[in-house]
């Protein structure tokens, strides 16, 4: 077993640069990590580079640089090697536990054969030369590596076999706790999937296995537990078939979104914002990732988040370290109905949409769909069931406050721009609507503009609506709806009139928007072909009622409904018959 | 690059306790004639004087003034190094970039002949010279400039070639910079550490062959020089001339070679920090 | 497979197509400084020659001295025969000392080769086993005063060691010889002929090794700081692997590198010093050998000093080249 309590790593760094500069700053890489990871388990902690992944790796063997200083405690089983001098962990590093280091650069001495460097840890351990090699051997071979690979030197391989070595080596020993550090990530498919085998075979071992990794499928495919780190942070923890769609901390979906997995359907997003500074004047008084949350409230930027349980019972393990409980509902919409006149437009309508998501309301003309996306704008009124803004009943929010927090692109901006507005008065609509014009308005509608890639002279700003082309005037259309900030961003058929290359542009326009702004997003389209590359749910209507809702890939990969089948086939045209 | 290296050379104590030694003997050389109390060639002084106040060393066995002499010597090692250091890097560095710009053949050849140089041990080279021609001090101070440019040759081209890859340089070119503008504007400027570097090394091997050429007796007998002092003054060791003729002529020379020693080191350690003492990390 | 084979066939004789052409451009250094410089100014080089004798040249003289030297000859007739001699083994013929240039030369090259070899190997020894613990303590005392002392012994010539060590342990303390390699007329043989070379040897060596020793600690050290941010370093340290056994096999074996590539041109230094230190203290090698050429003008004994000088370089250059492989067995890549 191996434990992490209470771990603080902190990096001095001398400013090489300021040598007269006596200040040494220093640089946290692990803040108050506690971890277990038990007998036959695989626990993984991912996160993006700089997070203190591999910091975490080598202090599970105090390996740290000697410019590091440590806190806390680190049990391998009931030994506590915080306080253990170089000399006594001789002894224990490589038999209770070993490291399968990053493959990068020479992590293997390139003056010395591979079989030697494999068989080292038996030879120190007082075991005959012939033993050693022979057990080499048979770490070779369970590795796959070729037999007459042994006798080469390191740099005589291929990077996907000296990852191997890597690994043959940490296991010769069979030692009880294994850590790997990004073990998948310099070899190919094929051995990625050798690799998953030998780790699940030492986890039937009843080894303790902690992994480190940027792989998101690699670590839902070997360990059952999954911790993401940011900035020296544990920000979550949970079980890994709950990573790709049931994640609870805004980053861990951000992650999720970055990877490209292979039944992903939407457009890779990055993480917005940039990571945190290595060198921060000092540390944040609030939650370290509120700069770039979706989600920040006031509180964020207070105090730090404690961590709450996943489980909503109170019980497991599982966390989420965030004000807000993780990703928290911005719009739930509970059992509405509307009927315009004596028919039903909408039946009992109910889903929720999450802050930073986009959901696409997918379905043929009369589905409903738009009636749905103005109801939760509060531009109508619905007739029974209720829908609520974060904590608020939508009807029973100020009109006007309401309409700050959500912007809406039309289906055609030739008509949801006054023809007698320049473009710029089309976009400083909503800001004089809102009594916020003033001098600082200018520049704010350039930077909208800007945002939207059109072009900011005068003389653009003075052109009118019909002397741009429609890709153009939808551009202007989002730098309008984005004016005010809002918090949701309806997209109502917006780029289904745009000849495809400049509804490809748009989408990515918009989606870059999405991301960069982190606002949530109703994506209204009778195309779920287009509802497949922007969004992360899918909801189909079907004659009012939704018929399905399911998170984009599961949806498309497995449609369950009939009516879905039959969208999903249409677009790919194999049912004209 | 410049500016910085020259602020870390500042920082580097190492390195500025040798540039303070190095000045101070470069001062007593540039200021020889004024400093020294005779005329150095002035034998007109008794034999094998002990130290006193009008004679500080004491006379040599034919009535020179040593002090005074001693200050010509150094006089001849500092200007013989300085312009050995000089044309040694300049060539070294010509040939460098040269041969990283224009590569091919020359490029080939060049960098065999200063692989060649460095098998050849230098002081052979000029023992013959000096045995054929009997030259100038001059002509010498060419010919060891012709055959120790090597290393900073080799340094200069693997650098060039790898600011030749860099994208700065490459977008240079591409904004129609000419092959000259490049070189003066790109790539000497960053070269100057490693011309600095190679200076000091060339100085520091010039003064050495210096001092060690005369001790031979390849330069002329009476010229002023350390070597040819040491010669005469181990000739005169049964006198007990040690503390007044040998030693400080020895400790001057090694003075000298440490000062140009601690500016080597301290110039390697700026070039590559990761040498740094503090540096741990 | 094949393409494996032709491919590391390709890359390895590339290396020895430039190593070849660097010992071929050796060759052409030593046989313009040797053979062409001199044929190009012969008037001078004659007079140069002769000069420092006691003796008028007349022009009849000068016509004697240049058929003698078969100056008179065609230059590719004299190539011709001064290769043929080289090949022979004939370095010339020393007119000043009456005889066999080679023969003079064979006399001192032993006790050159047994300064030279002793203490490069010594120097080498200490350099390696002070560098690497200097560096391993990097930032420490040990290793800042003991750079600190190297760079102060580095920056003293071998020239001023050697006088210093002569004046104060031979003459002064009177504790070694002031010349020789051997004490005259004892015809001491077996142990004693031993313990005689060592006394005789001590001093000198000790000179050159110590003048040696600081370029091949800061060498090794430098490279080894280097070389300790290694990742195989930490492998290694993760392994649980002894201390020592890192310090060495690993990180050292690794370090050694630099070092072992500038044999060739640190064989040049020691050499150099040699010269010096024999000169000194009249030290019955080579390097006493160029000092009484220089002072008799003895050319053709300086030109076969030389030779054999580069020779010898050439020799330790190839050893080198060759035993590379097994030293870095990334070369065939290299």
């Known amino acids: ?577 | 690059m410049h500016n910085r290296f020259l602020r870390r050379f500042k920082q580097n104590r190492i390195g500025m306790s040798g540039l303070f030694i190095f000045l101070f003997l470069l001062i007593l050389a540039i200021f020889a004639p004024v400093i020294a109390p005779y005329d150095p060639w002035d034998y007109s002084f008794g034999y094998l004087l002990p130290p006193s106040i009008d004679h500080l060393l004491g006379t040599n066995d034919i009535g020179y003034d040593l002090f005074s002499e001693l200050l010509w010597s150094l006089r001849t090692s500092i200007f013989f190094g300085i312009s050995v250091g000089a044309i040694a890097s300049i060539i070294g560095l010509l040939i460098g970039v040269s041969a990283a710009i224009s590569g091919g053949l020359y490029d080939i050849i060049v960098m065999r002949i200063a692989d060649a140089l460095l098998a050849i041990p230098t002081i052979m080279v000029l023992i013959l010279i000096a045995a054929y021609f009997k030259p100038s001090t001059i002509v010498l101070i060419i010919a060891l400039s012709l055959i120790i440019w090597q290393t900073i040759a080799r340094g200069a081209r693997a650098q060039t070639l790898s600011l030749k890859s860099k994208l700065h340089i490459k977008a240079a070119r591409n904004m129609g910079a000419s092959t000259p503008y490049i070189i003066f504007k790109h790539i000497l400027p960053e070269l100057f550490p490693l011309f600095a570097m190679g200076f000091v090394t060339k100085v520091r091997i010039a003064v050495f062959m210096e001092a060690g050429l005369s001790f031979l007796g390849i330069f002329d007998p009476t010229s002023k020089s350390l070597g040819i002092m040491m010669n005469y003054a181990m000739r005169y060791l049964y006198l007990d001339v040690w503390y007044n003729w040998l030693f400080p002529t020895v400790i001057s020379l090694s003075m000298l070679i440490i000062s140009l020693a601690l500016m080597s080191y301290a110039i390697e350690e700026i070039f590559d920090p990761r040498l740094r003492r503090d540096n741990i990390a | 497979m094949l393409t494996l084979f032709v491919f590391r066939k390709y890359i390895l004789s590339k290396r020895w197509v430039k190593i070849v052409t660097v010992y071929l451009m050796t060759v052409f250094i030593l046989l313009f400084l040797n053979f062409l410089l001199p044929r190009l100014l012969p008037g001078d080089v004659i007079i140069a020659m002769y000069s420092g004798q006691e003796m008028l040249i007349t022009d009849e003289l000068y016509n004697e001295l240049i058929i003698l030297h078969g100056l008179d000859k065609p230059l590719i007739e004299q190539f011709y025969i001064y290769i043929t001699q080289l090949a022979h083994g004939d370095l010339g013929y020393s007119y000043i000392s009456h005889a066999s240039t080679t023969g003079l030369i064979m006399e001192a090259l032993p006790w050159t080769l047994l300064l030279v070899f002793s203490s490069f190997i010594l120097s080498s020894i200490a350099g390696i086993i002070l560098g690497v613990e200097s560096s391993w303590r990097r930032g420490g005392r040990f290793d800042r005063s003991l750079l600190m002392f190297m760079l102060l012994i580095d920056g003293i010539p071998s020239l001023a060691l050697g006088i210093m060590f002569l004046t104060v342990f031979s003459l002064y303390c009177g504790w070694f010889p002031t010349a020789g390699a051997l004490t005259p007329y004892s015809d001491a043989t077996g142990i004693s002929y031993v313990i005689d070379v060592l006394w005789h040897l001590i001093l000198p060596l000790g000179a050159i090794t110590l003048s040696q020793i600081p370029g091949d600690y800061l060498l090794i050290r430098n490279s080894m700081l280097l070389t300790i941010r290694e990742p195989f370093v930490l492998t290694a340290r993760a392994k649980g692997i002894k201390e020592r056994r890192i310090k060495y096999l690993h990180t050292a074996r690794n370090a050694i590198l630099p070092f072992f590539t500038r044999i060739g041109i640190r064989i040049v230094y020691v050499i150099t010093g040699v010269l010096f230190i024999e000169t000194i203290f009249a030290y019955p090698g080579l390097g006493l050998l160029t000092y009484e050429a220089i002072s008799n003008r003895d050319l053709p004994l300086m030109q076969g000093i030389f030779t054999i000088s580069v020779l010898l370089v050439l020799v330790v250059n190839i050893i080198v080249d060759i035993s590379y492989k097994k030293i870095d067995p990334r070369i065939e890549y290299a």
């Not at chain 1, 692109?409 to 473009?423: A, K």
Request: hydrophobic share 40%.
């Open chain 1, 1 to 577: 077993m191996l434990k992490f309590k209470n771990l603080n790593v902190q990096y001095q760094i001398s400013d090489a640069s300021k040598a007269s500069d006596a200040s040494n700053k220093s640089i946290i890489a692990l803040d108050n990590i506690s971890l277990n990871v038990n007998k036959g388990e695989c626990v993984s902690i991912i996160g993006e580079s700089g997070s203190g992944k591999s910091t975490l790796a080598l202090a599970s063997m105090k390996l740290l640089a000697p410019n590091a200083s440590m806190s806390g405690s680190i049990l391998l089983d009931d030994i506590d090697i915080s306080n253990l001098t170089d000399k006594e962990m001789e002894n224990i590093r490589w038999n209770k536990i070993s490291l399968v280091f990053q493959n990068y650069g020479d992590v293997l001495n390139p003056v010395h054969k591979i079989i030697d460097q494999i068989a080292e840890p038996l030879i120190k351990n007082g075991e005959s030369r012939k033993v050693a090699l022979d057990r080499s051997l048979e770490m070779i071979d369970l590795l796959k590596i070729k037999p007459g690979r042994s006798t080469l030197f390191p740099h005589q391989i291929s990077a996907g076999e000296r990852q191997r070595v890597l690994i043959a080596m940490a296991l010769i020993t069979d030692p009880d706790i294994l850590v790997l550090d990004e073990p998948a990530a310099s070899v190919d498919a094929i051995t990625r999937l050798h690799l998953v085998k030998i780790i699940q075979q030492q986890v039937k071992a009843q080894k303790a296995v902690l992994m480190i990794t940027h792989d998101l499928s690699f670590a839902t495919l070997c360990s059952d537990r999954i911790s993401v780190l940011y900035s020296g942070n544990i920000i979550e923890s949970l079980p890994s078939a709950e990573l790709m769609d049931s994640q609870r901390h805004p980053y861990t979906r951000a992650l999720v979104r970055s990877f490209p997995l292979m039944e992903r359907t939407k457009e890779l997003a990055g993480v917005r914002g940039i990571p945190p500074s290595q060198f921060p004047e000092k540390k944040p008084k609030g939650c370290i990732f509120a700069p770039r949350c979706t989600q920040s409230i006031e509180v964020c930027l207070q105090k730090h988040p404690k961590a709450k349980l996943r489980d909503l019972n109170g019980q497991g393990e599982y966390f989420v370290v965030c004000h807000r409980g993780g990703i928290a509902t911005m719009i739930s919409v509970k059992n509405i109905d509307k009927s315009y006149k004596d028919i039903a437009v909408l039946k009992n309508i109910s889903l929720t949409l999450d802050e930073g998501e986009i959901l696409a309301l997918v379905g043929e003309t009369g589905s409903g769909k738009t009636t749905l996306a103005y109801l939760i704008a509060g531009t109508i009124k619905l007739d029974s069931g209720e829908i609520i803004f974060r904590t608020r009943k939508v009807g029973e929010i100020d009109k006007l406050e309401f309409s700050k927090k959500v912007g809406i692109i039309y289906q055609s901006p030739r008509d949801s721009i006054s023809h007698r507005f320049t473009i710029f008065e089309a976009i400083a609509e909503p800001l004089k609507i809102h009594g916020l014009f003033n001098g600082g308005s200018a520049d704010k509608i350039k930077n909208a503009l800007r945002e939207v890639q059109l072009p900011v002279d005068e003389f653009f700003m003075k052109k009118y609506p019909h002397e741009l082309s429609g890709g153009e005037l939808q551009r202007v259309a989002i730098a309008r709806a984005l004016i005010l900030k809002p918090d949701l961003l309806i997209a109502d058929e917006s780029t289904s009139f745009l000849d495809p290359s400049v509804q490809a542009k748009i989408l990515k326009l918009l989606l870059d928007l999405q991301n960069e702004h982190g606002i949530s997003m109703i994506f209204i389209t009778h195309d779920i072909g287009v509802a497949r590359k922007v969004s992360d749910k899918i909801a189909v209507l079907y004659d009012g009622r939704i018929v399905e809702n399911a998170p984009s890939h599961q949806l498309i990969e497995n449609p369950q409904h009939e009516y879905t089948k039959f969208l999903i086939d249409a677009v790919r045209g194999s049912k004209i018959s």
